[in-house]
């Protein structure tokens, strides 16, 4: 579009290219959005969201499984680091591969965007992989599933954002569920330390940043999950190895591995395959619904995860895991209502004082009759 402006004659002419004429590749594609070669732009706005569901429930229960498997592994714990290297490299590779099966492979968001986001995937991801050499798998989870809170700060500070009533409840809601979770872990897990609380704590900061950072460039500059997995990674590969070879950790690291290939390097494989699968689906979702509601469908497949990691995994347990898992379900229920008002009318408390009424004069009608 050409506008074009004469000061002496004070007009604008406007001219408008005809349809076949490609106006700009950030234009043209605005409405495509491809998830492992799923067109889902030709689908509606529900069947894009189930898809999207699907797609990340089905995987990620799968990466949660074998990653908690990994750790399981005797003497492993002590290399959180490397594994997300290796997940790093896994991830980037996965990227450039999808990449090259789409038309147009131009970086779309600036390399300065994506040195900050791939700072904090690392953040996210290691701190993470990180603290479950401190803590049992659950509480990392439940600690995550309470991202809300801090993405909500992020939304705030980063976009401006306003939320209701309903969401600062959910945000309570889960706070309390968090603590009572932690002080049951505390309590009878052997291996809890407070070290795991505040890295997962840091993770959990980083996460809810990232959420909203990804959110705002990839709308700006209508980039693809490709691009946006394969330079944040790639890069944030680069942060960590020079991390690890500064502090001498990745010479141990690769000597272990070395002797248990299958149970690490296999093992990792398949684990950073379900892990790329199921971030695309994230991706898509933050791209169309936005971060929260991204970010509530990942909480709800957090609390399936951990039920069934008391399933396959040996662990301590107690009644009051329940409690405070079911307060932060309620803080997600809070959340989804928040987001669906207009769809989901509940009851207030003067329509159920009315309908007591209504319904005891009935019965005293009835009775007089």
């Excluded at 395959?273 to 169309?288: C, M, N, P, R």
């Excluded at 509530?296 to 040996?314: C, D, E, H, N, Y």
């Excluded at 662990?315 to 307060?327: A, I």
């Excluded at 004082?353 to 009935?362: G, L």
């Amino acid at each position: 579009m050409d506008l074009k402006f004469n000061n002496s004659r004070k007009y604008i002419s406007i001219t408008v290219p005809p349809k076949t004429q490609t106006m700009s590749p950030h234009i043209k594609s605005i409405d495509d959005i491809v998830v492992l070669g799923i067109n889902l732009s030709r689908f509606n706005k529900l069947t894009q969201f189930f898809i999207c569901v699907a797609g990340v429930f089905v995987f990620y229960l799968i990466y949660g499984y074998l990653q908690e498997l990994i750790f399981s592994m005797e003497g492993f714990k002590s290399y959180g680091w490397y594994l997300t290297l290796v997940q790093f490299a896994f991830y980037s590779i996965f990227g450039l591969i999808e990449l090259q099966l789409i038309q147009d492979k131009r970086r779309r968001i600036p390399g300065k965007t994506y040195m900050i986001i791939a700072f904090l995937t690392v953040g996210t991801m290691g701190l993470s992989n990180t603290s479950l050499g401190y803590l049992n798998y659950p509480t990392q989870v439940i600690f995550k599933c309470c991202k809300l809170i801090p993405v909500m700060l992020g939304g705030v500070f980063i976009q401006g954002k306003r939320y209701n009533i309903a969401d600062v409840s959910a945000a309570v809601c889960m706070s309390l569920g968090l603590i009572w979770f932690t002080l049951a872990d505390s309590t009878i897990a052997p291996n809890f330390n407070l070290t795991g609380v505040i890295l997962i704590s840091l993770a959990l900061c980083a996460d809810a940043v990232i959420g909203n950072v990804q959110e705002k460039a990839m709308k700006l500059h209508n980039a693809s999950n490709s691009e946006m997995v394969l330079y944040s990674y790639s890069i944030g590969f680069v942060y960590i190895l020079l991390g690890l070879t500064c502090t001498s950790g990745l010479g141990p690291a690769v000597t272990f591995c070395s002797k248990n290939p299958i149970q690490t390097y296999g093992y990792a494989f398949l684990f950073s395959l379900t892990g790329y699968f199921g971030i695309s689906f994230v991706l898509a979702l933050i791209k169309i619904f936005g971060a929260l509601l991204a970010v509530t469908v990942t909480t709800g497949r957090k609390a399936m995860t951990i039920v069934l990691s008391f399933m396959f995994f040996a662990k301590p347990f107690t009644f009051q895991y329940v409690w405070s898992g079911l307060l932060v379900v309620l803080g997600i229920f809070l959340n989804v209502y928040s987001k669906n008002m207009d769809k989901i009318r509940l009851p207030s408390l003067y329509d159920l004082i009315n309908k007591a009424v209504e319904m005891r004069k009935s019965r005293t009608l009835a009775q007089t009759v």
